[in-house]
């Protein structure tokens, strides 16, 4: 099949030729790399990546195709995607499409056939930068100024761009607008949508909380006023200190009831008291980066998408114990506080698709709850142990069934 032309244009006056696949379109937006070998449809519909055109350094794309399953947000998010190799045949029994239909019908650009080990070593060696997606042109000149033109990530606040309309309650089945009448009586935990993963909302309802899921202007006076028994700051894009709104929430917050920020919400509660957050040369994005929990020596392999820190020499000090480490970079990226009830990692505990080593975070916040008298959650899992078995049904004997169908 031959495919049209494509370019990738970076703000230094680099260009990446390739073949187009997705949208005919162009986008532009902060060029970074992700390290991970599976989870592409969970990757590009991830919040967090919105403003940035995404490259996988795993050579094969989409070999295993689509489904309407895998989705972490209501969409794809991502500005673009680039790639080694699209496979146009997937081979998957989940699968119901081609990652370049999913691209087309979301709007979304691709190019393939680019050299991405060059592109990543670029990115490693002179640092994210802004760059330019077209399948529609290949006149580099313009492309290049394109992606000079471009907003840097650097002050820009997305979190508007990607939270929800309005509030909803997470069931077994996904958002819905009425509190599932299976949760109630469960300890509530509110979700600041700052570009939530689904997976989160998910784990959540699995380790028995009632879950509820507010816009991210939300103020933290009216969290409170919902009475949660915990408050989780959720992950998102863009740059934490321009979010004002979200800081003075999560200075209110942690101050009354327990809570857990993950990513972005990890950088909020170091914001709220007092640190200073700062950019990462190329960042932290993919599924096999160390942690060292410095309490137990143990190594987790994690998920993580953040291009930005929480400076540890600027929080308060003594105020917060620093439990988790990067094993790449030695960033922080976990911390408890030693006298509130707050506790927050700087990966994803969550990590759709994988791994799992870090799944633990979420029994700590329920434990954190239980300590503090607001109530225990019960693992869905558990409760169905508890549950008594249900008597076997009579099977009717052939004849009399016949007879009763007669």
């Not at 509030?167 to 979700?191: C, F, H, I, Q, S």
């Not at 979010?243 to 509660?269: E, N, S, Y």
Request: hydrophobic content about 35%; overall charge neutral; aromatic content about 6%.
């Amino acid at each position: 099949m031959m495919r049209r032309e494509a370019m990738l244009a970076l703000e230094d006056g680099r260009v990446f030729r390739g073949e187009a696949f997705g949208a005919d379109t162009e986008s532009t937006g902060e060029v970074v790399f992700n390290t991970a070998m599976t989870g592409y449809q969970e990757v590009l519909s991830d919040p967090s990546y919105c403003g940035q055109i995404l490259t996988f350094t795993y050579p094969l794309l989409g070999n295993y195709g689509v489904n309407g399953e895998d989705f972490e947000s209501s969409g794809l998010r991502a500005q673009g995607m680039v790639c080694r190799d699209l496979c146009e045949v997937p081979s998957n029994w989940r699968s119901t499409g081609t990652l370049d239909a999913l691209l087309r019908d979301k709007g979304l650009p691709g190019i393939t056939g680019v050299d991405t080990r060059a592109l990543t070593r670029h990115l490693r060696d002179h640092g994210t930068m802004r760059g330019c997606l077209s399948t529609l042109s290949v006149n580099a000149d313009e492309l290049v100024d394109k992606a000079r033109k471009s907003p840097r990530m650097e002050g820009l606040a997305l979190a508007d761009v990607v939270t929800c309309v309005e509030p909803y309650w997470w069931g077994a089945e996904g958002p819905v607008a009425t509190e599932p009448t299976a949760d109630r009586g469960k300890p509530l935990v509110v979700v600041p949508d700052y570009g939530i993963k689904y997976n989160i909302l998910r784990l959540l309802r699995a380790e028995g909380f009632r879950v509820r899921v507010m816009p991210a202007r939300t103020t933290g006076e009216e969290l409170l006023a919902l009475s949660p028994d915990g408050v989780l700051l959720s992950n998102g894009p863009g740059d934490p200190e321009p979010l004002d709104f979200a800081i003075a929430a999560a200075r209110i917050v942690t101050q009354k009831v327990p809570t857990f920020g993950i990513c972005l919400g990890h950088q909020l509660i170091g914001l709220s008291f007092g640190a200073k957050t700062s950019k990462l040369k190329f960042g932290h994005r993919g599924a096999n980066h160390p942690v060292i929990d410095r309490r137990t020596g143990v190594v987790e392999v994690t998920s993580q998408n953040h291009g930005f820190m929480v400076d540890a020499d600027t929080m308060p000090e003594g105020e917060f114990e620093f439990t988790h480490f990067s094993g790449n970079d030695g960033t922080l990226e976990g911390m408890v506080h030693r006298k509130l009830p707050v506790l927050s990692c700087q990966y994803h505990p969550e990590a759709s698709p994988g791994p799992h080593d870090s799944r633990p975070w979420f029994r700590a916040f329920a434990d954190l709850i239980a300590k503090e008298g607001r109530g225990r959650a019960v693992p869905l899992a558990a409760a169905a142990a508890d549950k008594p078995a249900k008597k076997p049904a009579t099977r009717k004997p052939a004849a009399a069934a016949g007879k009763a169908g007669a």
